[in-house]
């Protein structure tokens, strides 16, 4: 397939998936999240940096197994023990191991601590606009990035106008050329936001939330992946 070809095809789906995502998100009620449902959201988000959805979700479900996501370890009360706890899960004790299992069980310690003080019902529904709730998630929760703190608003329906910026989006945006191929690193907060605003504009050309069409984008470049295009 050449190149104009390829972003041609690439082009077509997404816009064919963006439509069908928006649809699927219009029909679904409007969700009513309790902490823990919100907690193990984010958990999942966090778990994911550098590491498959699959694994992340997988690991996520697992702490939940072993009861550390419950209420009752995520109160005022320290637990010293918690973090070991947590590292057993990602060293792959009860299933896989995550790639970074004593980094993320040291920033899941301080997302305890950090919620804690601060639940997530507290810090989300308090009518902030988007990028605002973002960056505060960012300053005061370890783990948390502009990617996972965006894609966490996305999947708990509070935000649909932010960028979940991964390698296949990027990678995307690189064979549509709407990034140059040295211009796509992400050392500062700057630069998301930076690359955020060019697939916004591209998702206000496809006419869909730039959170619905990055989903779309990275449906379709994962299938375009595991298809060997």
């Known amino acids: 397939m050449t190149r104009a070809l390829s972003q041609q095809f690439l082009n077509s789906t997404v816009r064919l998936l963006s439509a069908a995502i928006h649809d699927e998100v219009r029909a679904k009620p409007a969700p009513s999240w309790r902490e823990f449902e919100l907690r193990r959201e984010l958990i999942s988000c966090i778990l994911g940096s550098q590491v498959r959805h699959e694994i992340a979700a997988g690991l996520a479900s697992q702490l939940e197994l072993a009861g550390l996501l419950d209420d009752c370890w995520w109160g005022r009360t320290p637990f ?5 706890h947590v590292l057993e899960v990602l060293s792959g004790r009860h299933w896989k191991a ?16 950090a919620l804690s003080e601060t639940p997530l ?9 988007a990028c605002v709730l973002r960056e505060h ?4 929760i370890a783990g948390v990035g502009p990617k996972q703190a965006s894609m966490f608003l996305r999947n ?7 960028a979940v910026l991964d390698t296949h989006v990027l990678r995307f945006m690189l064979v549509q050329e709407l990034l140059p191929a040295d211009d796509y690193r992400m050392v500062y907060a700057s630069d998301y936001e930076r690359i955020e605003s060019v697939l916004s504009e591209y998702a206000h050309g496809v006419g869909y939330p730039v959170g619905l069409v990055d989903l779309a984008i990275w449906s379709t470049m994962q299938a375009a992946k595991d298809l060997g295009l």
């Open 80 to 84: 010293p023990e918690f973090g070991g």
């Open 98 to 113: 995550h790639r970074f299992p004593n980094n993320s069980a040291a920033h899941l310690v301080k997302v305890r601590d």
């Open 121 to 129: 019902l507290s810090r989300i529904f308090c009518g902030e606009r």
């Open 137 to 140: 998630l960012v300053e005061t």
């Open 156 to 162: 708990i329906g509070y935000s649909y106008e932010l």
